[in-house]
Antibody, heavy 116, light 107 residues
Framework: QVKLLQSGAALVKPGASVKMSCKAS????????VSWVKQSHGKSLEWIGE????????NFNEKFKGKATLTVDKSTSTAYMELSRLTSEDSAIYYC?????????WGQGTLVTVSS | DVQMTQSPSYLAASPGESVSISCKAS??????LAWYQQKPGEAYKLLIY???TLQSGTPSRFSGSGSGTDFTLTIRSLEPEDFGLYYC?????????FGSGTKLEIK
């Protein structure tokens, strides 16, 4: 069955970067877009962007351009998201999802805490 | 960006009752709307897409309706396991945007 397994929680200092992973299994990784979604504490969901593993093509929410970098490793069926120049506003749970319109499959989320 | 206004933010109902959650888009999104459920410790679950199409595995007591700007998620004959957070999401245009969520508590 389709699974998206995300990396564990991260505690990072302000100004630093963090890279998280999303390992896909149960389907052909290169056939589906992978999207990333942010859920801040007590707030709703924000779509960050998406990447097509087959070509590496990406699309971003303007709000996250320059903040998020999306990459993939096709050899391991893993998608990555790196967040740079972290501030307290970046503290959140980040989810990877399969597909680009509605999301039938979600990872379990990666908690990122930005604190000195 | 398409703003999604979801209401109510909180809802409490007893098993067997029916509830409805509203989602209004700031512009017409045709039927490009999905509904999700989130329960503590569990992954997000897609319930409905294309406004009214039940995802495989979604119980038939769930239904979605609407098009254009106004949408509704209805849960008939509530079950205790229906508690959780519910979100709507439009995919008519990017950036994809979500409603603010509805917390459903079972009395």
């Amino acid at each position: 069955q389709v699974k998206l397994l995300q990396s564990g929680a991260a505690l990072v200092k302000p100004g630093a970067s963090v890279k998280m992973s999303c390992k896909a299994s149960g389907y052909t990784f290169t056939d589906y877009w992978v999207s990333w979604v942010k859920q801040s504490h007590g707030k709703s969901l924000e779509w960050i962007g998406e990447i097509y593993p087959n070509s590496g093509a990406t699309n971003f929410n303007e709000k996250f351009k320059g903040k998020a970098t999306l990459t993939v490793d096709k050899s391991t069926s893993t998608a990555y998201m790196e967040l740079s120049r972290l501030t307290s506003e970046d503290s959140a749970i980040y989810y990877c999802t399969r597909s680009r319109n509605w999301f039938a499959y979600w990872g379990q989320g990666t908690l990122v805490t930005v604190s000195s | 960006d398409v703003q999604m206004t979801q209401s109510p933010s909180y809802l409490a109902a007893s098993p067997g009752e029916s509830v409805s959650i509203s989602c209004k888009a700031s512009k017409s999104i045709s039927n490009y709307l999905a509904w999700y459920q989130q329960k503590p410790g569990e992954a997000y679950k897609l319930l409905i897409y294309s406004g009214s199409t039940l995802q495989s595995g979604t119980p038939s007591r769930f239904s979605g309706s609407g098009s254009g700007t106004d949408f509704t998620l209805t849960i008939r004959s509530l079950e205790p396991e229906d508690f959780g957070l519910y979100y709507c999401q439009q995919y008519y245009e990017k950036p994809l945007t979500f409603g603010s969520g509805t917390k459903l508590e079972i009395k």
